[in-house]
DNA sequence: CGGCGATGTAACTATTTCAGTTACGACACC
DNA sequence: GGTGTCGTAACTGAAATAGTTACATCGCCG
């Protein structure tokens, strides 16, 4: 399980969100989206509760609950998303402290978490330019739209 | 993201290793590397045995046995490297298959690939402007090079 | 006001991965 | 043949993911 997969089933739960919005239906369900997912309702609550706190989506309680977009699809782009669900950098320094008499290991966390940060801006410009407006016209063209 | 730090690692020996051959010293062992990376030699040796398949660096046997850098640091980029240890996608898709009777679900995952591909050969590119020659004079100053 | 349908979360589990460790055979030089 | 190192298998502990059960909470509606 090395690659996790929440930016791709938050994609999808906006994805869906978006779909069902254009034919009418704005405010759905957790059991809905687990549908087309295909995996546990909890797991799409718990992304949504993160897409939630990131001013995304909102949640409805009482009778007819759900949730519902806050924001046109086209108004949110792939970075939105994985800044809401990705917590960790791309890539790990050291799990232990390298070896501080080293001349190596007293400095070369630095020097890698700069051009680690390069490559994190570079994904993060990448996901920037593709909303999920992009994302629902590919998956329905069979392209990224 | 479960991130591993096994870019870090590798970039680290490479690193080293053109270091002392710098100091005249070509042949060194997974021990004298496992003390500047401050880990078990094996870790070291795993990680030399992934840049041997890759044709970065070569072991010797017998007496004065260990490891010789095969280019010159600034031939070698980090994109070579990253090739040498990472096999998993920087995302990964579904883990079940989603719902091939939904729309969404039928069709996201070629749209997502297409995306996630565009990110990776952004990280790719980004690693290939940075030699390990680069990182050790980042490391020796306190910058990236 | 009580029932209902959904959210929001805690808690637990199975699976996987990572990295550290021990152990030991293979190898090539002396 | 002895020695030092590679090369790798096997095991362990720790952590993360995602799936699941369970349940308190919320707010409309009859």
């Not at 792939?78 to 390298?98: C, I, K, N």
């Not at 051009?115 to 994190?120: L, R, S, T």
């Amino acid at each position: 399980m090395a690659a996790n997969s929440r930016l791709t089933v938050a994609v999808h739960v906006l994805t869906w969100m978006a779909l069902v919005k254009g034919r009418g239906r704005d405010v759905v369900t957790s059991d809905q989206i687990a549908d087309s997912v295909n995996t546990n309702p909890v797991v799409i609550r718990r992304s949504l509760g993160e897409l939630r706190k990131a001013g995304l989506v909102e949640a409805l309680h009482g009778a007819g609950a759900g949730w519902r977009l806050l924001h046109e699809a086209d108004a949110i782009t792939l970075l939105d998303v994985y800044r809401a669900v990705e917590t960790e950098p791309l890539f790990a320094l050291h799990r232990a402290e390298p070896n501080q008499k080293c001349p190596i290991g007293a400095g070369i966390r630095p020097a890698l978490e700069e051009v680690y940060d390069g490559a994190e801006a570079a994904v993060r410009s990448t996901l920037g330019g593709t909303s999920i407006a992009d994302v629902l016209r590919g998956t329905l063209a069979g392209r990224a739209g």
